[in-house]
């Protein structure tokens, strides 16, 4: 009988940790990261649709969100200072992550490879979805920039503004609505978001 190793691949995300060269206050692994990555992808879908009269799939947006990050089991997390230091590194990389993903859809079996090769590889007709899910992965770093200055830690302040620059130049109206609606209260303590209900 065949064994297959996807799944249990899938489980290795947890071991994973992002912010390898910054002092982070906690680690974040990969596999926290595509759960908030995920349900940031879905709330920006359903504020594209609710308020701006899209009609995307909420729930495509999180899965893929939920696998944007799977090669990362393979490859580890490359910082983005390095990933984006040039052009031949961020191509080279691309196609690493590329390889890194077919390995994954090759632990599959054949009946199921091609549903997750529109996960792993996303080739999506609306290119607005995969538009916010990138968007959905630059608001969690974001986030986890804020969460370590509300612990005191100075470390993510550079990251932060470039975030934030990358975000501005992105110029989708459903991340400027969350950041309006939901961002504040990431900068607030337990207690002060109790007493806002």
Known sequence: MSSYHFFAMMSRMKYINRWSLMNNTRQENISEHSLTVAMLAHALTVISNRRLGSQLDAEHAAVIAMFHDCSEI????????IKYSSKTLR???KDIE????????????????????????PQEEDP?????????DKLSALIKCIEEEQMGNTEFGKAKGEILAGLERMQLEEVRIFMEDFLPSYSLSLDEQN???
């Open 91 to 93: 191509n080279a990389y």
């Open 195 to 197: 007493l806002a209900l």
């Open 98 to 121: 590329r390889e890194a993903s077919e390995h994954l859809l090759s632990s599959l079996p054949d009946d199921l490879r091609q549903e997750y090769q529109e996960l792993l590889l």
């Open 74 to 81: 393979i490859t580890g997390d490359l910082p983005t200072p």
């Open 128 to 136: 607005r979805l995969l538009r916010l899910v990138k968007a959905a």
